[in-house]
């Protein structure tokens, strides 16, 4: 049960989990009418009140009113049914600055991407290139992990997205193992050149680790310094 304190009256409940399936959820007013509504990443994302990763529903609560909420969840991923509600003027600037956040690190992933893969195309050098096509895998490891698959691969089947992440970890492991090689390999031609070509692969390697598991903590620094 949930009782709005407060004079505010347009609240949003926001599910933690951004990769759940779908849920329905149930609002029950206090003379017994029931709200159903039904949301999940197996929706058209521009169906979402906001273009947020989360999944979320407005609510409209009078002063001094109680509802029961009820929902229910049917994924085939793991399943963490935390939710929160948030004044919908607190949370709407909160999920713009998180989005306009995002695009940072997604640049960041791209800039890495295309830079190091025309890199290895112009100058032959494959380390270039296999570090390129790993920072590729990571921005869509991370982009299908954190929720905003269902916007970008909107145009792929949900069952294609769900496997998306596998691949591109798959992917990413392979390539990283291929750069390593490669320096080992280079190590044993051109001393120098293998040393300035260690520390650009490392830069950018460990750039995209720690994008893929601290995406939005990076995001939220760089745009601190910018």
Known sequence: KLLNPHPTTAWIFELEYPLLDEVDIYVVREGGEVEHSTIGDRYPFSDRYFPSRFLHLPLGLDPGETVTIVWRVSTQTSII???????????????????????????????????????GLWTGDRTASFVGTAAGAAFVAMVSLDGMGAQL????????????????????????????????????????????????????TGLTFLILIFGYELARFTALLA
Request: net charge positive; hydrophobic share 55%.
């Open 81 to 119: 049914a935390g939710a929160r509600i948030a004044p919908h003027d607190l949370w709407l600037p909160s999920r713009a600055k998180e989005s306009q956040l995002k695009l940072v690190v997604y640049g960041v992933m791209l800039t890495v991407m295309f830079s190091q893969i025309i890199l």
């Open 153 to 204: 691969f909107e145009l792929f089947p949900v069952e294609l997205r769900k496997s998306s992440v596998l691949i591109s970890v798959l992917a990413l492991a392979t390539f990283l193992i291929l750069t390593f090689k490669e320096l080992f390999q280079l190590s044993q031609r051109s001393l120098s050149r293998s040393r300035l070509t260690s520390l650009m692969v490392c830069l950018n």
